[in-house]
């Protein structure tokens, strides 16, 4: 699976958008790239993921450049629950499973 | 509808003594996961189930064993717990390229 780069922090006004950036310059035609989150010490929460085209559900925005090399994970009007570690994820199609390779992610902090 | 549940929420071990982390979901999923979590750090695979009757290794089998009780249920036993292995575990399940869903962990402190 192909490896990914995230920046460790990036910080964000409550009410604007958080974009957050993630280089996976050596990913395959069928690894598809996902976005989880990690609120506190609970369990990992999927927000998105998308192959080639940008994809948006109620939650966020995925940006994936025309080479795949990158992405951008937007969370459109941050709140201050959206504080947590965002961990971009490069994952092969396999035939019956998918395996995750987290990183150490983005820590996200979302201030008043 | 629970999801994924994990018991217990918390542990302490002594060293050398064993125990096994129980995990099920209720969603039907082909596929299930053990991770850890070491402080400030990621998520890292200890095993995976990818279907019932299949499991493999992931990044850090060792000291670890599983087993897939059915399509329900997948569990995780430490036979002789260590320090090394304080730390917070958790159970997923998932579809084939779909989302996974994980559980709210179990720590564990092994003294």
């Known amino acids: 699976d192909a490896k990914t780069t995230q920046p460790p922090s990036m910080d964000c006004a409550e009410g604007r958008a958080a974009n957050l950036p993630c280089n996976h310059s050596?990913?395959?035609?069928?690894?598809?790239v996902y976005w989880y989150r990690q609120i506190h010490s609970q369990g990992p929460q999927y927000i998105i993921h998308?192959?080639?085209n940008n994809e948006t559900n109620e939650m966020a925005s995925l940006i994936i450049t025309e080479d795949r090399k990158s992405s951008t994970l937007i969370l459109p009007h941050a709140t201050l629950r959206d504080t947590a570690v965002y961990y971009c994820?490069?994952?092969?199609?396999?035939?019956?499973?998918?395996?995750?390779?987290f990183g150490t992610g983005t820590r996200l902090l979302v201030s008043p | 509808n629970a999801g994924v549940t994990q018991t217990p929420k918390f542990q302490v071990l002594k060293t050398g003594q064993s125990m096994t982390l129980q995990c099920a979901q209720d969603?039907?999923?082909?596929?299930m996961y053990w991770y850890r979590q070491d402080p400030g750090m990621g998520l890292r695979l200890i095993y995976y189930?990818?279907?019932?009757?299949?499991?493999d290794k992931g990044e850090v089998p060792n000291g670890y064993n599983v087993s897939r009780l059915n399509k329900r249920e997948f569990s995780l036993r430490l036979e002789s717990a260590a320090p090394s292995q304080t730390s917070v575990y958790f159970c997923?399940?998932?579809?084939?390229?779909?989302?996974?869903?994980f559980g709210q962990g179990t720590r564990l402190t092994v003294v």
């Open positions: 997923a399940s998932s579809e084939f390229r779909g989302e996974a869903f």
């Open positions: 050596t990913i395959s035609g069928n690894e598809y």
């Open positions: 998308g192959l080639k």
């Open positions: 994820i490069v994952s092969r199609v396999n035939t019956g499973f998918q395996k995750l390779v």
């Open positions: 969603m039907n999923h082909n596929s």
């Open positions: 189930s990818a279907s019932e009757g299949t499991t």
